[in-house]
């Protein structure tokens, strides 16, 4: 649902992990072409690197300074198998990059950042990292891919399931709960596209006493940021009680084709109505990826979205997929057929602004501060 960053390709297309662009432009030379791949991608792959060669951490009591870490997590594959919890089998270390702002050992608040399907990116490990801490903020950015040998899901979402993204999340706020600089009571969690899933569906009430989560331990907040989820069968029925009170900000641009804005606006909405509270920010003219450096605009043909004709919803407190229009059952056998004709579509447009992303920046630190404050 978010593309990584473009490479050069020889007949003059351009690529996005494994997602083809093409666009009116001149072949590259061979060196050129691997000189960008090199900078763009060179400072990705020192962090990997760096995580690779150390221990996981179980616990951040020591006072880690910023850093990159490995710390384990699981991969369930439904949200069933969230909801059950870790039965203790293999894990995985994933990575996480923490930035603490400068200052005295007082306890600060944090959020944690949950990448796309194009996997963890500059924004996430410079831009966001900069804003937050400026504002007295903690930030740990979650490499769900890297560890697990992915590149991206923008054309294949089976190859890490989206549980597995949520549970990586409660992985990371244990594990940032027990630094001495942080504020355990202020830890938020913040997710582009595929990740909004995650900030979204970890306010979940089932999902989140599955977690059996130590002292009453949740996050305080969450932002899905042009967030995927909204449609299909990510989409749960909203009633009272099945979203938490931990307050909701969504922020998304009017000129998004991949996640389209309407359906993102009409579910938060119900959530809101159900006692959760939320608020909605559009940004106008925004595309998809805004918060992304390069200001061009990429087709990504191969690009999994889900049209707004969508009846799917997963009414997770049944066990059952329903028709959201009409509230009747859709029989298990039916599911298929029915997402084909009426849910499946391929390509979409993102586009890097910095003038979007600066604006998003000010009304999420904005959120932040006024929700750690109470």
Not at 67 to 83: A, D, H, M, Q
Not at 95 to 114: N, R
Not at 192 to 204: D, K, Y
Not at 209 to 219: C, I, S, V
């Amino acid at each position: 649902m978010s593309c990584v960053h473009p490479t050069m390709t020889s007949t003059g297309s351009l690529t996005k992990g494994d997602s083809s662009m093409r666009i009116l432009v001149q072949p590259v030379p061979v060196p050129i072409r691997r000189l960008l791949v090199l900078t763009m991608t060179g400072a990705l792959s020192v962090f990997a690197m760096l995580a690779a060669a150390q221990s996981p951490v179980t616990d951040f009591s020591a006072g880690q300074p910023s850093g990159t870490y490995r710390f384990v997590s699981w991969t369930p594959k439904t949200i069933g198998e969230l909801i059950k919890g870790n039965p203790g089998a293999d894990g995985v270390n994933v990575t996480g990059h923490l930035f603490l702002p400068a200052g005295s050992d007082a306890k600060v608040p944090a959020v944690i950042l949950i990448h796309g399907s194009g996997g963890i990116y500059k924004a996430m490990l410079e831009f966001w990292p900069r804003q937050f801490n400026a504002a007295g903020i903690a930030v740990l950015s979650v490499d769900s891919f890297g560890p697990r040998g992915v590149q991206g899901t923008a054309e294949d979402q089976s190859l890490v399931p989206f549980a597995a993204d949520t549970a990586d999340a409660f992985a990371a706020l244990q594990l940032l709960a027990t630094h001495p600089r942080i504020d355990a009571s202020r830890i938020a969690v913040m997710g582009f596209s595929r990740g909004g899933i995650t900030a979204f569906r970890s306010n979940l009430e089932r999902v989140v006493a599955g977690q059996k989560l130590p002292g009453g331990l949740r996050f305080a907040a969450h932002i899905p940021v042009y967030s995927g989820g909204c449609l299909g069968l990510f989409r749960t029925t909203v009633r009272p009680g099945v979203y938490g009170k931990a307050p909701m900000l969504w922020v998304h641009g009017d000129a998004d084709d991949y996640t389209p804005v309407g359906a993102c606006r009409e579910y938060a909405e119900q959530i809101g109505k159900a006692g959760t509270p939320v608020q909605f920010v559009t940004i106008a003219g925004a595309r998809h990826k805004f918060d992304e450096d390069d200001p061009r605009r990429f087709f990504v043909a191969a690009a999994q979205r889900v049209l707004e004709t969508c009846p799917l919803e997963f009414d997770l407190e049944a066990g059952v997929v329903i028709d959201r229009f009409t509230g009747q059952r859709i029989p298990g056998d039916q599911i298929g057929a029915v997402s084909k004709k009426l849910c499946s579509a391929t390509g979409a447009n993102v586009e890097g602004n910095t003038g979007h992303r600066a604006k998003a920046a000010e009304v999420i630190v904005g959120f932040l501060k006024t929700t750690f404050a109470r």
